[in-house]
């Protein structure tokens, strides 16, 4: 049976793959798990994105955390980053979103933090998935008094935004912003708290109406703004996903700046004030070549993990770093937030622009992104784990490797959903590239089948 998580909570088609029976069990299961060494009653605190499918979907849930005792405050449409800061902040118990992030409408997910803001480990969303597989076995469920209470808070967005300021507190005033909010859970707090600092704010996609989220808009259809962001003359474009946990940026010329790019960026900024621990930037083997060459040449320290920004979370932790990120745009500071705030990483963009009185454009040539070519190469799902196992294989990658001499990267990793080998090439020239990571994939396929 495939794992009910994956790496960013539970997703599907709300209402055939996540259906209210599936969302009341993660509820009921869920709460038990991070609740049941409390001695106390417990509270959970529950928030959504704009998805038509929330509404039906936080009952369900509300109605599983309660029936095994615990208390549920929901607080509507929320950002990912804004849950889990209320989360910490209100010393609840734990948090729970219900979003897809920057899946189109008809898919949602549910994920939780734990008491301190954190996405859960592998280890307790094991063990939540063994209580739902083994139907709440041995849970003694409460009735009368014991059943938990609902509480709604539709307050809670004016916190976030405050908490947005005092992380930092920078002065807009005179540079034109043009947001793109996706339709999705950013759609008032982002507006508002740019606003407030005094920027002069263009937003983009400020309409949800349950079914229009990320629909060629966001973060993932970057087109609309980088137009307008020429069209207005604005300083700057920022673009949002679904729930608002990650940010990509346009500069002034309506080019794209990505996360390697905003890493780097407010990384090596941060470097220069004293305030990047250990030199250290925490980035996915993902990462453009081009962010690993800029960081040798300005004395940083590239921490590798592997592809999912909880990995990066766990590698922060554990080594006392305070930046990482993915080229998504999941950035992570952790000196303010416990998780990918993508509201969050564009103050600490503007930050950087207003103390450099720098374009942004200038700002990005800080690294060069080098071509990539990304092949997917069809395998047998059990053999997809393997593939190095295979001498012509491994033979290949070396011999590629040797070519390219350091002006080149070869990365080859198995797909985690799907039979697949991804074979993805990076080097300065687009035609060659494209030509070898077509040949490994070829290789690949015939050798494995």
Known sequence: ???????????????????????????????????????????????????????????????????????????????????????????????VVISASHNPMEFNGIKFFNGEGYKLSDQLEDEIEELINNNMAGVQLPTGSGIGRVEYRFDLQDEYIRFMKECVPVDLSGLRIVIDCAEGASYQTSVQTLRQLGADLIPLHIDPDGTNINANCGSTHMGELQARVVYEKADVGLAFDGDADRLLAVDE??????????????????????????????????????????????????EKTKVGDRYVLENMLENGY????????????????????????????????????????????????????????????????????????AHAIEELEQKFNGEGRVLIRP???????????????????????????????????
Do not use: W
């Open 322 to 393: 305070n930046i990482g990120g993915e080229q998504s745009g999941h950035i992570i500071f952790l000196d303010d937030n416990t998780t990918g705030d993508g509201l969050l990483s564009a103050l600490h963009l503007l930050e950087v622009m207003v103390e450099t009185k720098e374009p942004l454009s200038k700002l990005a040539q800080i690294m060069e992104i080098y071509p990539q070519a990304l092949v997917n190469a069809k395998v047998p799902n059990h053999k997809k784990e393997h593939f190095m196992e295979y001498t012509e294989i």
């Open 1 to 95: 049976m495939a794992r009910l998580f994956g790496t960013d909570g539970v997703r599907g088609v709300a209402g055939a793959e996540l259906t209210i029976e599936l969302a009341m069990k993660l509820g009921q299961a869920g709460a038990y798990v991070l609740t049941k060494e409390k001695a106390h009653k417990p509270t959970i605190l529950i928030g959504c994105d704009t998805r038509i499918s929330g509404g039906m979907l936080a009952n369900a849930l509300v109605a599983g955390i309660c029936s095994v005792g615990a208390d549920a405050v929901h607080v509507g449409v929320l950002p990912t980053p804004a849950v889990a800061y209320l989360t910490r902040k209100h010393k609840v118990d734990a948090g």
């Open 415 to 449: 797909s985690g959903t799907e039979p697949l080998v991804r074979v993805m090439i990076e080097g300065k020239d687009q035609a060659q590239i494209e030509k070898e990571a077509r040949e490994l994939a070829e290789l690949i396929t015939n050798t494995m089948l």
């Open 253 to 302: 010329n309506g080019t794209i700046v990505d996360g390697d790019k905003l890493l780097a960026i407010c990384g090596s900024h941060m470097k220069r004030k004293g305030t990047l621990k250990k030199d250290t930037i925490v980035v996915t083997v993902m990462s453009n070549l081009g962010f690993f060459t800029m960081c040798e040449r300005e004395g940083l320290h590239a």
